[in-house]
């Protein structure tokens, strides 16, 4: 089920260095978010907060709240890890098991996750996330063979398919077509636009081109400079962002004149 995420007040810190700053943010269930912004002003730090990602490294910890449908992630006696099957996350790199069947990869979270499940609703549940991440008529006579046999983009997909496998209400995407070729970067941006239906969906992205195909709304941050903490500087739609923004910051990096 998809839901809301409501950010307030966060900020987010590596050890003393505070690397992003008060962000306030509300992302409606069922839609895409986008995040834009130069190199370093704390995208991805941000995104790993949305899932409790960001607190895994040591010394690494956040202030404020993230609300899913009104409930605070970071609220007390909350399991990070019950967090991460309700918000799911896609990395830069496809990561599928690699000496893994395509059909145990698929699988993978949800044995983490300490499910057992029969035989009969595994081969369901790996048909539907399969065909949910537009990949199963192209593996469904191999599902026995490694995921690494798979092509970067089928790969992604795979990585795709074993998030939504575990039912989350919230699927992160930290610049998930980074490694792909442009048809697999299509077939990706396709599948992105079908999975708003069901989840909630943010991605990370460089690639302007793609923000503006694939999201409703778009998040620029910025960066003051070296050592200071990334900001969230405007949030609108996504043409709005692309056409008519408030802030000129946002018009210099859309229109190409940053830096
Ligand atoms: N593990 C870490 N330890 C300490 N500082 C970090 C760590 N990871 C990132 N940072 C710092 O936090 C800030 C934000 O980094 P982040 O990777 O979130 O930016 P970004 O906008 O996603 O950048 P990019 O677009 O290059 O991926 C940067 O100053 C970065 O150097």
């Given amino acids: ?6 950010v307030k007040d966060l900020n987010v810190y590596y ?21 834009i912004g130069p190199s370093g002003c704390g995208k991805s730090t941000f995104l790993r907060t949305l899932n409790r990602m960001h607190e895994v490294l040591p010394g690494a910890r956040v ?42 990869n698929v699988l993978a979270g949800v044995k983490l996750n300490g499910k057992r ?3 009969s609703d595994a081969d ?12 199963w008529n192209e593996v469904k006579d191999r599902l026995d063979k490694p995921g690494s046999g798979l092509s970067g983009g089928q790969q ?16 992160l995407m930290d610049e998930p077509c980074s490694a792909l070729d442009p048809i697999s970067t299509l077939a990706v941006e396709d599948l992105i636009n079908e999975l708003k239906e069901k989840y909630t969906v943010v991605i990370v992205t460089h690639n302007m081109q793609q923000a503006a195909r694939v999201s409703d709304k778009t998040a620029f941050f910025n960066i003051a400079g070296t050592g200071k903490p990334g900001k969230l500087i ?17 018009e210099d990096y859309v229109s190409g004149r940053f830096g």
């Fill in 124 to 135: 369901e549940l790996v048909e539907s996330s399969l065909l949910g991440a537009n990949l």
């Fill in 156 to 171: 992604q997909r795979l990585c795709i398919a074993r998030a939504i496998a575990v039912k989350p209400d919230v699927i």
């Fill in 15 to 35: 050890g003393n260095f505070r690397a992003v700053e008060g962000v306030n943010i509300n992302i409606a269930a069922r839609s895409v978010t986008a995040f």
């Fill in 117 to 119: 499940i029969s035989k």
């Fill in 63 to 104: 202030e404020g709240q993230v609300l899913l449908d009104g409930d605070d992630l970071y609220g007390p006696g909350v399991d990070p890890v019950a967090v991460r099957s309700h918000v799911g996350m896609v990395f830069q790199r496809p990561n599928p098991f690699p000496t893994m069947s395509i059909r145990d």
């Fill in 234 to 250: 405007e949030y609108a739609e996504t043409t709005t962002i692309f056409n008519n923004p408030k802030e000129k910051a946002t």
């Fill in 1 to 6: 089920m998809s839901k809301r995420i409501d």
